[in-house]
Protein backbone atom coordinates (compact mmCIF):
# COMPACT_ATOMS: atom_id res chain seq x y z
CA UNK A 1 0.00 0.00 0.00
CA UNK A 2 1.10 3.21 -0.89
CA UNK A 3 2.30 5.63 1.90
CA UNK A 4 -0.28 8.42 1.60
CA UNK A 5 1.53 12.17 2.25
CA UNK A 6 0.51 14.14 5.37
CA UNK A 7 -0.94 16.93 4.27
CA UNK A 8 -1.00 19.86 7.07
CA UNK A 9 -4.04 22.17 7.63
CA UNK A 10 -2.80 26.01 7.09
CA UNK A 11 -4.52 28.51 9.52
CA UNK A 12 -7.72 30.23 8.24
CA UNK A 13 -6.15 33.04 7.70
CA UNK A 14 -3.26 32.17 6.45
CA UNK A 15 -5.43 30.06 3.51
CA UNK A 16 -7.19 33.03 2.96
CA UNK A 17 -4.04 34.98 2.57
CA UNK A 18 -2.54 32.59 -0.19
CA UNK A 19 -5.90 32.15 -2.21
CA UNK A 20 -6.16 33.15 -5.40
CA UNK A 21 -8.47 35.87 -5.15
CA UNK A 22 -6.63 37.40 -2.44
CA UNK A 23 -2.61 37.09 -4.01
CA UNK A 24 -4.63 38.85 -7.80
CA UNK A 25 -6.17 41.73 -5.23
CA UNK A 26 -2.98 42.55 -3.48
CA UNK A 27 -0.87 42.01 -7.33
CA UNK A 28 -3.79 45.26 -8.52
CA UNK A 29 -2.75 47.04 -5.14
CA UNK A 30 0.76 46.82 -4.91
CA UNK A 31 3.09 49.17 -6.64
CA UNK A 32 5.17 47.48 -9.61
CA UNK A 33 8.32 47.65 -7.75
CA UNK A 34 7.09 45.45 -5.01
CA UNK A 35 7.43 41.61 -5.21
CA UNK A 36 3.81 40.46 -4.51
CA UNK A 37 5.19 36.78 -3.52
CA UNK A 38 7.17 38.79 -0.86
CA UNK A 39 4.62 41.09 0.76
CA UNK A 40 2.42 37.95 1.14
CA UNK A 41 5.13 36.00 2.53
CA UNK A 42 6.06 38.85 4.79
CA UNK A 43 2.18 39.57 5.96
CA UNK A 44 2.54 35.37 7.02
CA UNK A 45 5.46 35.57 8.96
CA UNK A 46 3.95 38.90 10.71
CA UNK A 47 0.94 37.19 11.62
CA UNK A 48 2.61 33.80 12.70
CA UNK A 49 4.64 35.60 15.13
CA UNK A 50 2.25 37.30 16.64
CA UNK A 51 -0.30 35.48 18.89
CA UNK A 52 -2.80 38.24 19.31
CA UNK A 53 -2.57 38.61 16.05
CA UNK A 54 -4.27 35.04 15.34
CA UNK A 55 -6.83 36.30 17.32
CA UNK A 56 -8.31 39.44 15.51
CA UNK A 57 -10.72 38.86 12.82
CA UNK A 58 -9.70 37.35 9.29
CA UNK A 59 -12.11 40.76 7.82
CA UNK A 60 -10.04 42.86 9.77
CA UNK A 61 -6.59 41.39 8.91
CA UNK A 62 -7.02 41.10 5.05
CA UNK A 63 -8.62 44.77 5.19
CA UNK A 64 -5.05 46.06 6.90
CA UNK A 65 -3.08 43.77 4.26
CA UNK A 66 -4.64 45.48 1.67
CA UNK A 67 -3.95 48.73 2.85
CA UNK A 68 -0.20 47.93 3.47
CA UNK A 69 -0.55 46.98 -0.30
CA UNK A 70 -1.98 49.73 -1.77
CA UNK A 71 0.63 52.04 0.08
CA UNK A 72 3.59 49.57 -1.46
CA UNK A 73 4.95 49.19 2.42
CA UNK A 74 5.97 45.00 3.54
CA UNK A 75 5.84 44.09 6.80
CA UNK A 76 9.49 42.90 6.87
CA UNK A 77 10.70 43.60 10.21
CA UNK A 78 14.59 44.22 9.52
CA UNK A 79 12.91 47.32 7.11
CA UNK A 80 10.63 48.81 9.61
CA UNK A 81 8.40 49.47 7.12
CA UNK A 82 4.81 48.63 8.41
CA UNK A 83 3.80 46.18 11.37
CA UNK A 84 0.25 44.63 11.72
CA UNK A 85 -1.13 45.62 14.88
CA UNK A 86 -3.93 44.03 17.67
CA UNK A 87 -6.44 46.47 18.62
CA UNK A 88 -8.96 44.11 20.84
CA UNK A 89 -10.27 41.97 17.85
CA UNK A 90 -9.08 43.74 15.01
CA UNK A 91 -5.82 43.94 13.23
CA UNK A 92 -5.26 47.38 12.46
CA UNK A 93 -2.36 48.71 9.87
CA UNK A 94 0.51 50.84 10.87
CA UNK A 95 3.25 52.53 9.13
CA UNK A 96 6.48 53.30 10.24
CA UNK A 97 8.67 55.78 10.40
CA UNK A 98 11.00 54.24 7.42
CA UNK A 99 7.41 53.38 5.90
CA UNK A 100 6.71 57.07 6.34
CA UNK A 101 9.97 58.32 4.62
CA UNK A 102 10.11 55.93 1.79
CA UNK A 103 6.47 57.06 0.88
CA UNK A 104 8.33 60.93 0.90
CA UNK A 105 11.32 59.89 -0.87
CA UNK A 106 9.63 57.46 -3.21
CA UNK A 107 7.28 60.82 -4.36
CA UNK A 108 10.46 63.25 -4.59
CA UNK A 109 9.27 64.98 -1.79
CA UNK A 110 12.77 65.05 0.09
CA UNK A 111 16.26 63.88 -0.91
CA UNK A 112 16.29 62.24 2.99
CA UNK A 113 15.12 62.05 6.35
CA UNK A 114 17.00 60.81 9.01
CA UNK A 115 15.93 60.15 12.37
CA UNK A 116 17.60 59.24 15.88
CA UNK A 117 17.01 59.17 19.37
CA UNK A 118 19.16 61.17 21.60
CA UNK A 119 21.00 59.93 25.42
CA UNK A 120 21.55 60.98 28.33
CA UNK A 121 25.07 60.83 27.96
CA UNK A 122 25.25 61.99 24.46
CA UNK A 123 23.67 65.84 25.47
CA UNK A 124 27.25 67.25 25.89
CA UNK A 125 27.93 66.69 22.35
CA UNK A 126 24.58 67.91 21.38
CA UNK A 127 22.86 70.89 20.07
CA UNK A 128 19.80 72.09 18.72
CA UNK A 129 19.71 75.54 16.68
CA UNK A 130 16.37 77.27 14.95
CA UNK A 131 16.00 80.82 13.18
CA UNK A 132 17.33 81.35 10.07
CA UNK A 133 20.10 78.82 9.74
CA UNK A 134 18.28 75.53 11.53
CA UNK A 135 20.60 72.77 12.55
CA UNK A 136 21.16 69.90 14.83
CA UNK A 137 24.47 68.51 15.97
CA UNK A 138 25.11 64.92 17.31
CA UNK A 139 27.61 63.18 17.81
CA UNK A 140 26.89 59.69 19.12
CA UNK A 141 28.46 57.34 21.74
CA UNK A 142 30.38 54.91 19.75
CA UNK A 143 31.40 52.70 23.29
CA UNK A 144 30.51 52.74 26.86
CA UNK A 145 26.38 53.39 28.71
CA UNK A 146 24.88 55.91 26.38
CA UNK A 147 22.25 56.58 29.14
CA UNK A 148 18.46 56.80 28.84
CA UNK A 149 16.57 58.55 25.65
CA UNK A 150 16.35 62.46 26.35
CA UNK A 151 14.86 63.04 23.08
CA UNK A 152 14.35 62.64 19.53
CA UNK A 153 14.84 64.40 16.25
CA UNK A 154 14.50 64.12 12.82
CA UNK A 155 15.35 65.92 9.77
CA UNK A 156 14.17 66.57 6.37
CA UNK A 157 16.95 66.90 3.28
CA UNK A 158 15.72 68.58 -0.06
CA UNK A 159 17.26 68.84 -3.15
CA UNK A 160 18.11 72.34 -2.54
CA UNK A 161 20.40 71.68 -0.29
CA UNK A 162 18.23 73.40 2.64
CA UNK A 163 17.31 71.12 5.37
CA UNK A 164 14.36 71.00 8.00
CA UNK A 165 14.81 69.78 11.68
CA UNK A 166 12.78 68.64 14.21
CA UNK A 167 13.69 68.15 17.53
CA UNK A 168 11.17 66.65 20.41
CA UNK A 169 12.74 66.28 24.45
CA UNK A 170 11.63 63.32 26.06
CA UNK A 171 8.02 64.91 27.86
CA UNK A 172 6.51 64.98 24.26
CA UNK A 173 7.50 62.21 23.29
CA UNK A 174 6.07 60.68 26.58
CA UNK A 175 2.65 62.97 25.64
CA UNK A 176 2.66 61.25 22.18
CA UNK A 177 3.29 57.70 23.99
CA UNK A 178 -0.04 58.36 26.30
CA UNK A 179 -2.03 59.69 23.53
CA UNK A 180 -1.75 56.43 22.05
CA UNK A 181 -4.39 53.58 22.17
CA UNK A 182 -1.64 51.18 23.40
CA UNK A 183 0.88 52.62 25.19
CA UNK A 184 1.90 49.52 26.49
CA UNK A 185 1.25 47.46 23.38
CA UNK A 186 3.72 45.57 21.23
CA UNK A 187 4.41 49.03 19.47
CA UNK A 188 5.99 50.36 21.98
CA UNK A 189 7.27 47.54 24.72
CA UNK A 190 8.96 46.05 21.19
CA UNK A 191 10.04 49.31 19.33
CA UNK A 192 10.71 51.83 21.78
CA UNK A 193 13.42 53.57 20.11
CA UNK A 194 11.41 53.27 16.69
CA UNK A 195 8.23 54.81 17.78
CA UNK A 196 10.16 57.74 19.16
CA UNK A 197 12.22 58.12 16.07
CA UNK A 198 8.52 58.13 14.50
CA UNK A 199 6.95 60.95 17.04
CA UNK A 200 9.57 63.97 15.06
CA UNK A 201 9.19 62.64 11.51
CA UNK A 202 5.25 62.76 11.65
CA UNK A 203 5.58 66.48 12.75
CA UNK A 204 7.94 66.96 9.33
CA UNK A 205 4.88 65.72 7.62
CA UNK A 206 2.85 69.02 8.53
CA UNK A 207 5.60 70.83 6.89
CA UNK A 208 5.55 68.45 3.66
CA UNK A 209 3.95 68.86 0.13
CA UNK A 210 1.14 65.85 0.53
CA UNK A 211 -0.36 63.42 -1.79
CA UNK A 212 -3.32 60.53 -1.88
CA UNK A 213 -0.61 57.73 -0.46
CA UNK A 214 0.80 59.58 2.38
CA UNK A 215 -2.36 61.52 3.67
CA UNK A 216 -3.68 57.42 3.75
CA UNK A 217 -0.59 56.66 5.20
CA UNK A 218 -1.00 59.94 8.02
CA UNK A 219 -4.57 58.61 8.17
CA UNK A 220 -4.21 55.06 9.35
CA UNK A 221 -1.40 56.21 11.63
CA UNK A 222 -3.93 58.51 13.54
CA UNK A 223 -6.10 55.58 13.95
CA UNK A 224 -3.64 54.52 16.80
CA UNK A 225 -4.02 57.35 18.84
CA UNK A 226 -6.76 58.76 20.81
CA UNK A 227 -5.48 62.18 19.58
CA UNK A 228 -2.97 63.43 16.98
CA UNK A 229 -0.67 65.75 18.73
CA UNK A 230 0.67 66.64 15.50
CA UNK A 231 -1.02 69.50 15.07
CA UNK A 232 0.80 72.55 14.15
CA UNK A 233 -0.31 75.38 16.98
CA UNK A 234 -1.23 73.08 20.04
CA UNK A 235 -0.17 69.80 21.27
CA UNK A 236 -3.85 68.91 20.68
CA UNK A 237 -6.08 67.95 17.36
CA UNK A 238 -8.22 70.87 16.44
CA UNK A 239 -11.08 68.58 15.58
CA UNK A 240 -13.32 71.97 14.37
CA UNK A 241 -13.16 74.73 12.07
CA UNK A 242 -13.42 77.28 14.71
CA UNK A 243 -10.68 75.94 16.95
CA UNK A 244 -9.11 75.39 13.87
CA UNK A 245 -9.94 79.16 12.60
CA UNK A 246 -8.91 80.58 16.34
CA UNK A 247 -5.49 79.49 15.77
CA UNK A 248 -4.72 80.80 12.67
CA UNK A 249 -6.25 84.09 13.76
CA UNK A 250 -3.46 83.89 16.97
CA UNK A 251 -0.53 83.19 14.39
CA UNK A 252 -1.54 85.29 11.71
CA UNK A 253 -1.57 88.45 14.49
CA UNK A 254 1.87 88.02 15.56
CA UNK A 255 3.14 87.54 12.27
CA UNK A 256 1.66 90.54 10.48
CA UNK A 257 2.30 92.87 13.22
CA UNK A 258 5.89 92.70 11.88
CA UNK A 259 5.48 92.90 8.91
CA UNK A 260 3.74 95.06 5.77
CA UNK A 261 0.30 94.20 4.18
CA UNK A 262 0.34 94.24 0.55
CA UNK A 263 -2.69 95.58 -1.56
CA UNK A 264 -4.73 92.75 -2.76
CA UNK A 265 -5.77 93.79 -6.53
CA UNK A 266 -9.09 94.66 -6.91
CA UNK A 267 -9.42 91.91 -9.60
CA UNK A 268 -8.71 89.15 -6.85
CA UNK A 269 -11.60 90.38 -4.89
CA UNK A 270 -14.35 91.19 -7.08
CA UNK A 271 -14.25 87.16 -7.58
CA UNK A 272 -15.56 86.52 -4.13
CA UNK A 273 -19.26 87.94 -4.94
CA UNK A 274 -19.49 85.73 -8.59
CA UNK A 275 -22.12 83.31 -8.30
CA UNK A 276 -21.72 79.83 -8.60
CA UNK A 277 -17.82 79.91 -10.09
CA UNK A 278 -16.58 76.59 -11.99
CA UNK A 279 -14.12 74.79 -10.03
CA UNK A 280 -11.36 76.30 -12.36
CA UNK A 281 -12.31 80.19 -11.95
CA UNK A 282 -11.98 78.82 -8.14
CA UNK A 283 -8.87 77.35 -8.69
CA UNK A 284 -7.74 80.57 -9.97
CA UNK A 285 -8.96 83.00 -7.12
CA UNK A 286 -7.53 80.50 -5.36
CA UNK A 287 -3.65 80.86 -6.51
CA UNK A 288 -4.02 84.94 -6.46
CA UNK A 289 -4.97 84.76 -2.86
CA UNK A 290 -2.49 82.13 -1.72
CA UNK A 291 0.33 84.19 -3.55
CA UNK A 292 -1.04 87.40 -1.63
CA UNK A 293 -1.27 85.42 1.66
CA UNK A 294 2.83 84.51 0.63
CA UNK A 295 3.76 88.09 0.43
CA UNK A 296 2.53 88.88 3.58
CA UNK A 297 4.20 85.99 5.56
CA UNK A 298 1.99 83.05 5.02
CA UNK A 299 3.88 80.15 3.62
CA UNK A 300 2.77 77.60 1.42
CA UNK A 301 4.28 74.95 3.72
CA UNK A 302 2.42 76.40 6.55
CA UNK A 303 -0.51 76.81 5.10
CA UNK A 304 -0.56 73.28 3.69
CA UNK A 305 0.16 72.18 7.23
CA UNK A 306 -2.68 73.95 8.16
CA UNK A 307 -5.19 73.01 5.73
CA UNK A 308 -3.26 69.27 5.98
CA UNK A 309 -3.69 68.94 2.40
CA UNK A 310 -0.95 70.84 -1.14
CA UNK A 311 -1.68 74.21 -1.55
CA UNK A 312 0.90 73.96 -4.72
CA UNK A 313 -1.75 72.90 -7.14
CA UNK A 314 -5.47 74.78 -6.43
CA UNK A 315 -6.75 72.76 -9.60
CA UNK A 316 -6.44 69.44 -8.25
CA UNK A 317 -8.05 70.48 -4.92
CA UNK A 318 -11.36 68.82 -4.41
CA UNK A 319 -14.61 71.42 -3.91
CA UNK A 320 -13.89 70.05 0.35
CA UNK A 321 -10.41 71.50 -0.07
CA UNK A 322 -11.38 74.65 -1.81
CA UNK A 323 -14.30 75.21 0.75
CA UNK A 324 -12.00 74.91 3.85
CA UNK A 325 -9.24 77.43 1.97
CA UNK A 326 -12.07 79.66 1.61
CA UNK A 327 -12.67 79.87 4.87
CA UNK A 328 -8.69 79.81 6.70
CA UNK A 329 -8.84 82.55 3.96
CA UNK A 330 -11.39 84.98 4.98
CA UNK A 331 -10.25 84.95 8.76
CA UNK A 332 -6.82 85.54 7.41
CA UNK A 333 -7.86 88.53 5.84
CA UNK A 334 -10.47 90.13 8.42
CA UNK A 335 -7.33 89.43 10.90
CA UNK A 336 -5.24 91.25 8.29
CA UNK A 337 -7.87 94.22 8.07
CA UNK A 338 -7.64 94.84 11.83
Not at 221 to 249: C, G, M, R
Not at 296 to 303: F, I, N, P, R
Request: hydrophobic letters at 35%; aromatic letters at 8%.
Amino acid sequence: MASQAIVSKRPEAIDRLYKEDTRNKIAALLPRHINGERFIQSAAIAWYKNKDLQKCTITSLMEAIYTAAQLGLDFVQAKGHAYLIPYKDKATFMPGYRGLIDLAKRHNIVRDIQARVVYKNELPKFSVTYGTKPDITHEPMIDGDPGEIVGAYAIAFFDDGTNHPEWMPLSELKKVRASSKQAHGPAYSEWLSEMYRKAPVRRLFKFLPSNPEISKAIDADDQHYELAEWAEFSDEEIKTPSEQINKVKESIKVEQSAQPSPSIPQGAESHAGDSAPSPSERATVIAERIAYMEAAGMTKAKLAALLKFSVDDPSKMTVDEMDKFDIIHGEWSKSKKK
